[in-house]
T-cell receptor
């Protein structure tokens, strides 16, 4: 079975801190995604990556950056955390042949 | 803005009843997918239906797609308490990419 893991389930950071959210998948998928999920807004795409060192902005990239140095790992970076970035962050990888996305368990980030 | 909009936002039914939820979208698609999310967890892929298909079944799930109305429905038959979850539709909003757009979800509660 595909496994997508995220570095933390819960995270509390202070305003202005640099925050790293790590995601690792074990199925050699080319495509990986970062979403944030907020009540009433559903999932919104922040960034996605279709290959190592390749990335593309999603719908809400402002305040975020990403890094994909290895195929299995996709990192989301909050350069200077703000309270409006308090959210659930979900990572996913995609199997090309089926278009099916596999999600990690999520990281609930609170910025105080 | 969200491509997919689910309806209703919330649904409460008795165990053994059928649950129907709907998804509307705005632009042409290659395929539409349904996902389930148990409380506070990542999403799990349920079923994919391609734009040239009208109906698809998987176990107790039945999905229909009407491309002329830009809508899809997910039917869960003989519901169980374990079906309690949020359900999301996802569409490939830009043809030829893996940039999926998720709706805001339907919260289903199945009462035992």
């Amino acid at each position: 079975d595909v496994k997508v893991t995220q570095s933390s389930r819960y995270l509390v950071k202070r305003t202005g801190e640099k925050v790293f959210l790590e995601c690792v998948q074990d199925m050699d998928h080319e495509n990986m995604f970062w979403y944030r999920q907020d009540p009433g807004l559903g999932l919104r795409l922040i960034y996605f990556s279709y290959d190592v060192k390749m990335k593309e902005k999603g719908d809400i990239p402002e305040g975020y950056s990403v890094s994909r140095e290895k195929k299995e790992r996709f990192s989301l970076i909050l350069e200077s955390a703000s309270t409006n970035q308090t959210s659930m962050y979900l990572c996913a990888s995609l199997r090309d042949s089926s278009y099916e996305q596999y999600f990690g368990p999520g990281t609930r980030l609170t910025v105080t | 803005s969200q491509q997919g909009e689910e309806d209703p936002q919330a649904l409460s039914i008795q165990e053994g009843e059928n649950a129907t939820m709907n998804c509307s979208y705005k632009t042409s698609i290659n395929n539409l997918q349904w996902y389930r999310q148990n409380s506070g967890r990542g999403l799990v892929h349920l079923i994919l239906i391609r734009s040239n298909e009208r109906e698809k079944h998987s176990g107790r799930l039945r999905v229909t797609l009407d491309t002329s109305k830009k809508s899809s429905s997910l039917l869960i038959t003989a519901s169980r308490a374990a079906d309690t979850a949020s359900y999301f539709c996802a569409t490939d909003g830009a043809l030829g990419t893996y940039k999926y757009i998720f709706g805001t979800g339907t919260r289903l509660k199945v009462l035992a």
